[in-house]
Structures are given as structure tokens and as C-alpha cells.
């Protein structure tokens, strides 16, 4: 059974930093695309940034430069640190595994969801 479980959300202030980790079981976490959504009330989710098999990242135009994603192998963990955070950053953030070895753009082609955790920015 797939599980993604999203951790780190919470409060924090403008202009700080953040780090959001998930742990995945349940698949090999090596062999998979994994990605970051975020969703604000009322908008669907969108896709922020990816990691593909092979270290590299593909970021939403967004938040290129402040957001970074990461993964240890050894640990089933997937990361997403975000610096320099603005209100536009406050949103319930999917920790998301691709479908069929698929690097997630887009809802479609997300196979498995975490349940989401959320951030706030206070000013």
C-alpha cells in the first residue's frame, strides 16, 4: 500500500523559510517521478516543482529561485524547502508520487497523494 506522509507545514513569516518533508512507503521511492502541489481555497491544485529519477528539477516559472527540491534515497524521504516566503506561498501543500514512471504536471497524471499539509504566512 502506497503511503505519502507530508510533514514541517505551519505558520511562519513573511520572508522566512521553511522545509516540508515526506516520507513515502509502500513502492520503490528510487524508481519513481515524485512533485510538490499546493492549493489555495477555491483554485485547483497546481504542480510546483517535480523531481525526476535522476536529480533533476522542474520548476513552476512561480517559484524558480526560492523553492527547491530534494529527495534522500536511504531515508524514502522527498523534500521541498522554500525560502523568502510571501502570502502568496500560504496553501495546503501534496506531497505527489507520477503515474506509470510519469513526472507529474498536472492532477492526471498523479497516481498517489499525500493528504496534504498547510502553510501559512503572517505578516
Known amino acids: 500500500q502506497v503511503q505519502l506522509e507530508e510533514s514541517g507545514g505551519g505558520s511562519v513569516q513573511a520572508g522566512g523559510s521553511l522545509r516540508l518533508s515526506c516520507r513515502a512507503s509502500?513502492?520503490?521511492?528510487?524508481?519513481?517521478?515524485m512533485a510538490w502541489f499546493r492549493q489555495t481555497p477555491g483554485n485547483e491544485r497546481e504542480r510546483i516543482i517535480s523531481?525526476?529519477?535522476?536529480?533533476?528539477?522542474i520548476y513552476a516559472d512561480s517559484v524558480e529561485g526560492r523553492f527547491t527540491i530534494s529527495r534522500d534515497n536511504a531515508k524514502n524521504t522527498l523534500y521541498l524547502q522554500i525560502s523568502n516566503l510571501g502570502p502568496e506561498d500560504a496553501a495546503t501543500y501534496f506531497c505527489?508520487?507520477?503515474?506509470?514512471?510519469?513526472?507529474?504536471?498536472?492532477?492526471?497524471?498523479?497516481?498517489?497523494w499525500g493528504r496534504g499539509i498547510k502553510v501559512t504566512v503572517s505578516s
Open positions: 505527489a508520487r507520477g503515474r506509470y514512471g510519469v513526472c507529474p504536471s498536472a492532477i492526471a497524471e498523479v497516481g498517489d
Open positions: 509502500g513502492f520503490p521511492f528510487t524508481s519513481d517521478c
Open positions: 523531481l525526476k529519477r535522476d536529480g533533476i528539477g
